[in-house]
């Protein structure tokens, strides 16, 4: 994906999600329908795996998060409706299990730094809009909490080390009644990377 496709993606949900959500008053409602529409029409049509399927995942987000802000809304919580309706957008396209949870996660608290939101509350907000949606993508509300709280670390990773302590704070507890696990191979990952950054 070009510099300039990819642009054009995040303009594109910014100004559908805006249209969207301005005025309404069912605006969590409004979001996940919006997010779904945004997501689908993104991955409708691509064969896109792995790297470039979380790219374009990521994108869609971005131009989600950005909506929500321009439009006055509170982007950490609004990221448990963005990710209820990326995950609806990720089943009508076929596009399923705990890597659409992951990805949807880290692009949710990597963005929301964009718009200065504070990144532990937009991971908290994530787990629970991946517990809502786990029947969407085919998985338990345990293995979506875990792999929402893995894609909010690496998201958090690529904000900076504070970010990381701020999100491991938030998403290492239980969150709507689920005990939130982190898999091991994040923790190891995620422990070399702060090694680095001291």
């Given at each position: 994906?070009?510099?300039r496709?990819k642009?054009?993606l995040?303009?594109?949900?910014q100004?559908?999600?805006?249209q ?13 329908d919006?997010?779904?529409?945004v997501?689908t029409?993104a ?8 790297a ?18 321009l439009v006055g809304g ?13 995950l ?5 396209v076929?596009?399923t ?15 929301s ?16 809009g ?5 029947r969407?993508?085919g998985?338990?509300a345990?293995?979506a909490?875990?792999?929402a709280?893995?894609g909010?670390?690496?998201?958090a990773?690529e904000?900076?080390a504070?970010a990381v302590d701020q ?13 939130v696990i ?9 422990s ?7």
């Amino acid at each position: 994906m070009t510099d300039r496709e990819k642009k054009h993606l995040v303009t594109e949900a910014q100004e559908y999600v805006t249209q969207t959500i301005g005025g309404v008053g069912d605006v969590g409602g409004a979001i996940v329908d919006a997010t779904s529409n945004v997501v689908t029409h993104a991955l409708q049509g691509t064969r896109a795996t792995g790297a470039e399927l979380r790219n374009l995942v990521t994108d869609t987000i971005v131009g989600t998060i950005r909506g929500v802000a321009l439009v006055g809304g509170e982007v950490e919580s609004a990221a448990g409706s963005i990710m209820v309706g990326a995950l609806r957008g990720a089943k009508q396209v076929g596009q399923t299990g705990v890597d659409a949870v992951l990805a949807t996660s880290a692009a949710l608290v990597k963005g929301s730094a964009d718009v200065g939101a504070d990144a532990g509350r937009t991971a908290k907000s994530a787990v629970e809009g991946a517990i809502k949606g786990a029947r969407d993508v085919g998985v338990t509300a345990e293995q979506a909490a875990s792999a929402a709280a893995s894609g909010a670390l690496i998201g958090a990773g690529e904000i900076s080390a504070t970010a990381v302590d701020q999100v491991r704070n938030v998403v290492t507890k239980t969150i709507s009644g689920i005990k939130v696990i982190i898999t091991e191979p994040l923790r190891s990952q995620d422990s070399g990377r702060r090694m680095k950054a001291g």
